[in-house]
């Protein structure tokens, strides 16, 4: 799936000379980019030539200059420009004179993941851009969207997945889209002939899946017991994840339940977007929270840091210093 506006562009043959890609979901961002290309492909038979740069090696008048340097045949060119929010606004009115005279057989894309959707609407070039369908924000999905649109990517590799388990998926993968899309294409070949993906099928992929077992280790945390936490760490481990990543990873998620606790008794969407995690994530955390005393998080931060110096200083084995934290890591009062 690429934007809207841009599929609807492709089919009718009518793209814009440039465009303008802003927003922070990066993925969805650089799919577009893919499907731009294809099309762009199709119609000349061969690949465009492209150019990739960056807003802090090139000025902007003279990449736009590039682009008038296509030659009279050939399939065109193609020229990506990242970081384009950091230009001053006196190189933006480079864009402006290009598009009263844009180059013929160049098409041209301006990214710019630090603008907001205010900010372009009020901009005079990125206004016009708007204004033209050639302005397009590609934003992090909401959590209904989300299942939405892990419903559509599902369909496009022929399988029907429920709504459990695109929950328990977001459960496991987090609201990552790179993450979740690498996780639905393991699930779609794990689940071979079966059409259906279900909770089920989900929950059997863990012991093949890198990604399940350090949300099974950090689920773990709410258990009294240590069993789930040290076999969640012995699977991250056996499957070759770094100790310093699985580290950070408990580092974070500590992190997490202290802010949750914090935000207990407000109201449950600012939380879900102040920590930038799906409602239900966030109901699932805020249910782990309340099984810890704020002591015992600010303690179990601190044998981490702990574990931290002793992963940088000393040349003892990695795996036991984890295990020596994740045995002190269950809930407390």
């Given at each position: ?184 294409e393991k699930l779609a070949l794990f689940s071979g002939p079966e059409n259906t993906l279900t909770p ?41 994840e770094p100790p310093a990543k699985i580290l950070g990873m408990l580092a974070r998620q500590v992190r ?8 207990a008794g407000g109201n449950p969407a600012d939380l879900a977007r102040s920590l930038g995690l799906p ?55």
């Open positions: 799936m690429s934007h809207p506006i841009l599929k609807r562009h492709i089919e009718r043959h009518s793209l814009k000379p440039l465009y303008l890609f802003f927003g922070e979901e990066e993925f969805l961002m650089n799919r577009a980019l893919h499907r731009l290309e294809a099309a762009l492909t199709a119609t000349a038979g061969e690949p465009p030539t492209k150019t990739l740069r960056e807003a802090q090696e090139v000025g902007l008048a003279e990449f736009l200059a590039e682009a008038r340097e296509a030659t009279l045949w050939g399939p065109g060119q193609l020229l990506i420009l990242r970081g384009v929010e950091t230009y001053p606004a006196a190189q933006l009115k480079a864009v402006a004179a290009y598009l009263d005279h844009p180059a013929p057989r160049a098409w041209v894309v301006l990214l710019a993941e630090g603008l907001k959707a205010r900010d372009v609407e009020k901009h005079a070039v990125w206004g016009r851009l708007a204004k033209e369908e050639a302005a397009l924000g590609f934003y992090r999905l909401r959590e209904g969207e989300l299942y939405q649109w892990l419903t559509r990517e599902a369909r496009n590799l022929g399988k029907n997945l429920t709504l459990a388990a695109a929950q328990r998926l977001v459960e496991m993968a987090g609201d990552n889209l790179a993450e979740l899309s690498q996780e639905l089920a099928l989900v929950s059997q992929l863990a012991s093949h899946s890198r990604t399940y077992n350090i949300f099974a280790l950090v689920d773990a945390l709410g258990e009294s017991g240590f069993h789930r936490r040290l076999a969640s760490l012995g699977h991250l481990l056996d499957l070759g997490m339940l202290i802010r949750a606790k914090e935000g409602q239900g994530v966030v109901k699932r955390l805020s249910q782990q929270a309340a099984r810890f005393s704020d002591g015992a998080l600010k303690a179990h931060l601190g044998a981490l840091h702990q574990v931290d110096f002793h992963l940088k200083t000393s040349t003892g084995s990695p795996r036991l210093w984890l295990e020596w934290a994740l045995l002190k890591m269950g809930p407390g009062k």
